[in-house]
């Protein structure tokens, strides 16, 4: 099974920051890496794909980088909707699995 | 437009049973990944089982021979039936469609609420 760690647990920075957060796999899994974005009480959005792929939809300051075990989600300059819980998953084998989340949070 | 709408939620005594649904619309069940995802109050997100496109099931081992995932094409519907149900399972309960045959999930429900508590 495979296990992804996130850091940090709480991100607090201010609008117009940069945000930089962390998912990193337990073994190698290639670039099959998702980023998710969920608001309280919302069901959770597709923000990036396979490590690096935005979806549709996606504004340009959400970016992804990494393969093989260590990925970044890097948002360039948080706007005030960009306060929320993230998450990567990956889809590289079976049992799919999710990281424990990221909140990023208003300082 | 594509929606995903999840039913079936209740309050249910430990050991019981319950089906989830999923009704779809805007795309064909049938040929697409599904799966269920679940949120324990207050915790992450954690995958509980998948359909693929050609009819194979995947379940997360805690869910292994207690939960089963079918779908009816006919009614365009996704189900969940979980048997043997533990106070751990509680948690809001989503299905999300993969995108391109692929588990990237780009559609979720609004989730059902399952509480097991006696």
């Known amino acids: 099974e495979i296990v992804l760690t996130q850091s940090p647990a709480t991100l607090s920075l201010s609008p117009g920051e940069r945000a930089t957060l962390s998912c990193r796999a337990s073994?190698?899994?290639?670039?099959?890496l998702v980023w998710y974005q969920q608001k309280p009480g919302q069901a959770p959005r597709l923000l990036i794909y396979d490590a690096s792929n935005r979806a549709t939809g996606i504004p340009a300051r959400f970016s992804g980088s990494g393969s093989g075990t260590d990925f970044t989600l890097t948002v360039s300059s948080l706007a005030p909707e960009d306060f929320a819980f993230y998450y990567c998953q990956q889809r590289s084998d079976w049992p799919l699995s999710f990281g424990g989340g990221t909140k990023v949070e208003i300082k | 437009e594509v929606q995903l709408v999840e039913s079936g939620g209740d309050l249910i005594p430990p050991w019981g049973s319950l089906r989830l649904s999923c009704a779809a619309s805007?795309?064909?069940?049938?040929?697409?990944?599904m799966a269920w995802v679940r949120q324990a109050p207050g915790k992450g997100l954690e995958w509980v089982s998948s359909?693929?496109?050609?009819?194979?099931?995947f379940y997360a081992d805690s869910m292994k021979g207690r939960f089963i995932v079918s779908r009816d094409n006919s009614m365009n519907t996704l189900y969940l039936q979980m048997n043997s149900l533990r106070v751990e399972d509680t948690a809001v309960y989503y299905c999300a469609r993969g995108s391109s045959s692929a588990s990237i999930f780009d559609s979720w429900g609004q989730g059902t609420l399952v509480t097991v508590s006696s």
């Open positions: 073994q190698s899994i290639g670039t099959y």
């Open positions: 805007g795309f064909t069940v049938s040929n697409k990944y």
């Open positions: 359909v693929t496109g050609g009819g194979g099931t």
